[in-house]
């Protein structure tokens, strides 16, 4: 047995998850060459959370994503990804084409990030929280990946860290086929059989249901926070403040965020993943807060409150993961998943359209559009979290 497998899913979920915004790396060159525009960029962000919600919802409706081994899935998946990825390197001219090559990263991802959660559910359950936080740690940390590599070599082509994602992403299907399922949440011969649809059942269980609300808020505020990262950067003149480059601010203020998942899952064994989560909530919808009103700070200072945002806007994801995850009978934990990943990640597109549509007339007072979502997102949760604390 691997003696550390829950290293080698974390670390292939970080080459993995480079295919996610690696467009987004190339966002300068692209507005340049292409004529694109903000809304142009968000365009191609959304074709990827598009492809990645049709894709989780298949794997959840059909119940694929307990049918076969999740190595395997993941391992092929990647593949295809990194395939996709290449081909919008050289193959796309501009943002219509771009869009197609995008929908089909996004398709693959599907099988990319709900599977590695499986994965490290089925090889560590016990403590599947603090597992998580490193693996959405991981998720953040290759999200910002492309901004790191773009920053690095400023002077290379714009496809230069897209292509270097799909070398990633090949990387990392060789780990987790290497690697295998996990001895936990193997189906037994007496388990009852996956239904078509049957999925939809886990709403009924309090405690998937409140975890998913939660979820689902704190998905409005996150990937369009993400998206919006380098264009705050440049609206703000933070770039220009602390001489760095804007991939190089981009690359702190999300990678952070990896940061922030594995303080989150220390805590989680001492204060639960539900407070956890509520903390994390709370921050970010502060910073959405003030965030419009920072314009004015010191650039230290600014850029303190946006590498704050950058830590606290995903440190809850893993912990609805691991909930989730928990409140589930075992049969159905990936399609669970799945499905609460891709009602959440159509959330998604929702913010980031209006966004990056918004951001030109708005300015830095944007991120009062993303505020509703921590705020709803603690509604959502407040079965969970306020059990924590005791009544008067």
Not at 45 to 70: H, K, M, S, W
Not at 336 to 341: K, M, S, T, V, Y
Not at 347 to 374: F, N
Request: charged share 10%; aromatic share 10%; hydrophobic share 55%.
């Amino acid at each position: 047995m691997t003696r550390h497998p829950i290293a080698v899913i974390v670390l292939a979920q970080l080459f993995g998850t480079s295919l996610w915004f690696s467009a987004n790396s190339a966002a300068d060159d692209l507005i340049r060459q292409w004529g694109a525009s903000p809304a142009d960029i968000g365009a191609l962000t959304n074709a990827t959370q598009l492809g990645f919600i049709l894709g989780t919802l298949i794997f959840a409706v059909t119940g694929l994503a307990d049918r076969f081994p999740a190595s395997r899935i993941f391992a092929i998946c990647a593949v295809l990804g990194a395939l996709a990825n290449a081909g919008f390197a050289f193959f796309a001219g501009g943002i219509d084409a771009g869009i197609l090559w995008r929908f089909a990263v996004g398709l693959s991802l599907a099988g990319v990030y709900p599977l590695g959660m499986k994965l490290i559910v089925s090889w560590e359950p016990e403590r599947a929280g603090a597992a998580l936080a490193w693996l959405v740690g991981m998720l953040t940390l290759g999200t910002s990946l492309p901004q790191g590599i773009r920053a690095l070599g400023a002077a290379w082509p714009w496809q230069a860290p897209i292509l270097a994602a799909s070398s990633l992403a090949v990387v990392a299907a060789v780990l987790i086929l290497r690697l295998g399922d996990g001895p936990h949440l193997k189906r037994g011969h007496g388990a009852p059989a996956i239904t078509l649809g049957g999925v939809f059942r886990a709403f009924q269980i309090p405690e998937y249901r409140a975890s998913a609300l939660g979820y689902f808020g704190h998905q409005w505020e996150l990937y369009a926070m993400w998206t919006l990262t380098p264009m705050l950067v440049a609206k703000s003149g933070l770039h220009h403040a602390l001489d760095l480059s804007i991939p190089t601010l981009s690359f702190a203020i999300i990678g952070i965020g990896a940061l922030g998942c594995v303080l989150g899952g220390h805590f989680t064994a001492r204060i639960g993943s539900a407070r956890v989560a509520a903390i994390a909530l709370a921050t970010s919808a502060l910073c959405c807060l003030v965030f419009p009103l920072a314009g004015g700070l010191p650039a230290p200072l600014l850029l303190a409150l946006m590498l704050l945002w950058g830590m606290s806007v995903v440190a809850d994801s893993p912990q609805f993961s691991a909930m989730s995850a928990k409140a589930c009978p075992p049969q159905i934990v990936g399609s669970a998943l799945a499905i609460q990943n891709s009602l959440g990640f159509a959330i998604t597109m929702g913010s980031i359209m209006l966004a990056t549509h918004l951001i030109d007339d708005w300015g830095l007072s944007i991120a009062w559009l993303l505020l509703p979502g921590p705020l709803l997102g603690l509604v959502g949760l407040a079965p969970l979290w306020r059990r924590a604390f005791p009544p008067a």
